[in-house]
């Protein structure tokens, strides 16, 4: 039986007259991929911000076995501080030494295909490389756990299909649980092991999928039959 990481039970919040989730439940077990799909609005990054502890839930429960790191749409990279010094900076904010820090964070800038931009400033790195870098201070401060929402939202479609293969790639290698926010079908079932599809508000979930073909080679979905039998349900799903 896998260890489960996230679960979420039975989660309602509104806000004033406004009910935005209608008791959410769902589940990430280690070493997973899980997506959430929803109608724009419909409530996603507010269940994210549940799960993080920035707003309470009304009712329901949550359950988080490890530590969490968040990571947002846009890179929010300081652009006065180097590439090192954005990925070490929640160390440093916990009170870890600066030399501390640094012998942690530099092992993974190659697996994170940064090295040799170390000492670079945001402005000098490709919209690719400053969301490696949120990637790998994201990482850094949490250990095991991803949230990421719409995490290649703000880059070119050629440097959103380079960073999605560059996320299978590391996930496998590091053993990330990754939970995951995304308004792209195909981002989606490429990434995924299990899609969980949303109701417009108050959102429920209406739909729980497997993406149990080509796990082995994810890149490999995007030209099996499997892969447009599973977009054509979810787009059922979101009508």
Same mark, same amino acid.
């Not at 990054?45 to 799960?51: G, P, Q, R």
């Not at 939970?179 to 209406?206: C, G, N, Q, W």
């Given at each position: =039986? !896998? ?14 007259? !406004?009910?935005?989730? $209608? ?11 899980? *997506? ?10 507010? =269940? ?12 329901? *429960? ?16 300081? #652009?006065?501080? *180097?590439?090192?010094? $954005?990925?070490?900076? #929640?160390?440093?904010?916990? +009170? ?6 640094? @012998? ?11 090295? +040799?931009?170390?000492? $670079?400033? #945001?402005?000098? =790195?490709? +919209? %690719? ?13 949490? %250990?095991? &756990? ?11 479609? /050629? *440097?959103? +299909? $380079? ?17 995951? &926010? ?12 299990? /899609? ?5 508000? #108050? ?15 994810? !890149? ?10 599973? !977009? @054509?349900? &979810?787009?059922?799903?979101? =009508?």
């Amino acid at each position: =039986m !896998k260890e489960e990481k996230l679960v979420l039970k039975d989660i309602c919040k509104s806000f004033g007259e !406004k009910d935005v989730l $209608n008791k959410i439940s769902l589940d990430v077990c280690a070493g997973e991929h899980v *997506t959430v799909l929803g109608p724009s609005g419909c409530g996603k990054s507010t =269940m994210m911000n549940i799960l993080t502890g920035i707003l309470p839930a009304d009712s329901g *429960t949550v359950d988080v076995q490890g530590k969490v790191g968040y990571m947002q749409q846009k890179d929010l990279l300081l #652009p006065w501080k *180097t590439c090192l010094e $954005n990925v070490i900076l #929640p160390d440093l904010l916990a +009170g870890v030494s600066k030399e501390e820090a640094t @012998k942690r964070a530099m092992p993974f800038f190659k697996e994170f295909q940064l090295d +040799g931009f170390e000492q $670079n400033y #945001p402005r000098e =790195m490709s +919209g %690719g490389m400053r969301q490696r870098a949120s990637f790998l201070r994201t990482f850094l401060s949490c %250990g095991d &756990i991803l949230l990421l929402d719409e995490p290649f939202g703000a880059v070119d479609s /050629i *440097t959103r +299909g $380079n960073l999605q293969q560059w996320l299978i790639d590391v996930t496998a290698r590091l053993g990330l649980t990754i939970f995951m &926010i995304t308004h792209d079908i195909d981002e989606a079932i490429l990434l995924s092991d299990r /899609i969980y599809v949303l109701s417009d508000k #108050p959102a429920a979930i209406r739909d729980e999928i497997i993406v149990d073909f080509s796990t082995e080679e994810k !890149k490999d979905r995007l030209f099996d039959p499997a892969f447009l039998e599973i !977009k @054509k349900r &979810i787009l059922e799903d979101l =009508m």
